[in-house]
């Protein structure tokens, strides 16, 4: 058994999918309701049912939703933990894009380097640099 996130765009997930893959690398696969839904209205084909980013380390799964919004979401924020400092500021900085960083990433009374901030796409982020 393994958990993965599932996000939900209100039209976006493509854009918001490829912007990830960009960062975090992987294949993308993409399945549009107008690829495997004959009776789908035509306005709705170019919606994503089904949009899967597998790196290898981890799998993010998406779709548009019509009730979905880009406002922030405050309930869920997605954790990326490690050691690879430089890496993990790469994607820190990539994510923080276009988006607001709520606290930059510094070393925390614990030991390690942390930070976080919401993405462009309303999707909350941390990220852990784990002590050597």
């Known amino acids: 058994m393994k958990l993965e996130a ?9 854009e918001a999918m490829t912007f990830y893959r960009d960062i ?6 993409i399945t549009r309701r107008g690829d495997v839904d004959p009776k789908a209205p035509e306005s709705e084909n170019h919606l994503l049912i089904n ?19 880009n406002d922030v979401q405050t309930r869920v924020e ?14 820190f900085d990539a994510l923080s894009d276009g988006g607001t960083v709520k606290a930059p990433l510094e070393k925390m009374f614990w030991g390690d380097i942390f930070g976080g901030l919401i993405d462009r796409f309303g999707i909350g982020w941390q ?4 002590a050597s």
């Open 127 to 130: 990220v852990n640099i784990t």
């Open 78 to 91: 997605l954790t990326i933990v490690g050691p690879e400092e430089n890496d993990l500021r790469r994607i």
């Open 51 to 69: 949009a899967t980013l597998d790196n290898g380390s981890f799998t993010l799964r998406a779709s548009d939703r019509s009730d979905a919004t």
């Open 24 to 29: 975090f690398g992987g294949d993308l696969s």
């Open 6 to 14: 599932y996000l939900f765009f209100p039209g976006n997930t493509e």
